[in-house]
């Protein structure tokens, strides 16, 4: 069974940074990019970053320039570090990827920017 769990999100000021992960269990990490999307209530979840087997990233314009995107094949574990982060960052955010034909989805992670 594919299990994705994310962690480090919270609150955090405007202007601030967080890193989130995720770690993969139940599937061979290393064969799958990897995608972070977010959503904030009464929206559909928009894609955030995405890495794919080679290294090679993409990023939503939003977040371009602030956010990075990263994986780490030896430990299953996908990164997400946000910096010079605004008040619109606020969401929760999901680690994501296809296996066997599905999308695969973590339990996503709240992230609150607030002063």
């Known amino acids: 069974q594919v299990r994705l769990v994310e962690s480090g999100g919270g609150l955090v000021q405007p202007g601030g940074p967080l890193r989130l992960s995720c770690i993969a269990s139940?599937?061979?990490?290393?064969?799958?990019?990897w995608n972070w999307y977010h959503q904030t209530p009464g929206k559909e979840r928009d894609l955030v970053a995405t890495?794919?087997?080679?290294?090679?990233?993409n990023y939503s314009d939003f977040v371009k320039g602030r956010f990075i995107v990263s994986r780490d094949n030896v430990r299953n574990t996908l990164y997400l570090q946000a910096n010079s982060l605004k008040p619109d960052d606020t969401a929760v955010y999901y680690c994501?990827?296809?296996?066997?034909?599905?999308?695969?989805w973590g339990r996503g992670i709240r992230v609150t920017v607030s002063s």
């Open positions: 994501q990827t296809k296996y066997r034909g599905r999308e695969i």
């Open positions: 139940g599937i061979n990490f290393r064969l799958h990019t």
């Open positions: 890495i794919d087997t080679s290294g090679h990233k």
